[in-house]
Antibody
Framework: EVLLVESGGGLVKTGGSLRLSCAAS????????MNWVRQAPGKGLEWVSK????????YYADSVKGRFTISRDNAKNSLYLQMSSLRAEDTGMYYC???????????????WGQGTLVTVSS | IVLTQSPGTLSLSPGERATLSCRAS???????LGWYQQKPGQAPRLLIY???SRASGIPDRFSGSGSGTDFSLTISRLEPEDFAVYYC?????????FGQGTKVEIK
């Protein structure tokens, strides 16, 4: 069974940093591109970042570019999102999500974790 | 690109047909057009990918269609568990975009 479990969320002050983790099981992480998607309270979905299977190619939404860094450790079956210079508008649920097709850089997201909540407040 | 979903809210009864629209601000093809369902307190679930292919385990009452800039998700007969928020998703220029969502509520 494919399982994605996020952790690392919490309350952080404006300007602070946080590192999110996503533990993957039930599939070979190194064969799939992965993404982070967030959702502000009561709002819609916003794509944040994606990483290719080997970690070579990284992409970011304009809203987080220069502040967030996506990475992965395939040997540890883990995906990460390092967030810095956090703002109030970064508050929300953060989901990791797997791309549908093996070894593809691009694809819709077929498995999602349950999310980890990040709250940024002064 | 900008994805505009309509209507914002759809009020229907179980057994009725639901048609949701997703319009893109420019033509980006249909290869990566996806539809997701999200229920309160849950993660989104992939329903449709490539504009018209059902994801694994998705009932055949869900269907997707469209091309170019206009796409739609149809639920042929609403079941009680189908009342939720639905998002479309599209890919362009190395970035993903979601629509703002359509809420399907019980009338």
């Amino acid at each position: 069974e494919v399982l994605l479990v996020e952790s690392g969320g919490g309350l952080v002050k404006t300007g602070g940093s946080l590192r999110l983790s996503c533990a993957a099981s039930g599939f070979t992480l190194s064969s799939y591109s992965m993404n982070w998607v967030r959702q502000a309270p009561g709002k819609g979905l916003e794509w944040v970042s994606k990483i290719s299977p080997s970690g070579t190619f990284l992409y970011y939404a304009d809203s987080v570019k220069g502040r967030f860094t996506i990475s992965r450790d395939n040997a540890k079956n883990s995906l990460y999102l390092q967030m810095s210079s956090l703002r109030a508008e970064d508050t929300g649920m953060y989901y990791c999500a797997r791309v549908l097709t093996k070894m593809a850089t691009i694809g819709n997201f077929d498995y999602w974790g349950q999310g980890t909540l990040v709250t940024v407040s002064s | 690109i900008v994805l505009t979903q309509s209507p914002g809210t759809l009020s229907l009864s179980p057994g009725e047909r639901a048609t949701l629209s997703c319009r893109a601000s420019q033509n980006v093809g249909s290869t990566y057009l996806g539809w997701y369902q999200q229920k309160p307190g849950q993660a989104p679930r992939l329903l449709i990918y490539g504009a018209s292919s059902r994801a694994s385990g998705i009932p055949d009452r869900f269907s997707g269609s469209g091309s170019g800039t206009d796409f739609s998700l149809t639920i042929s007969r609403l079941e009680p568990e189908d009342f939720a928020v639905y998002y479309c998703q599209q890919y362009d220029n190395s970035l993903w975009t979601f629509g703002q969502g359509t809420k399907v509520e019980i009338k």
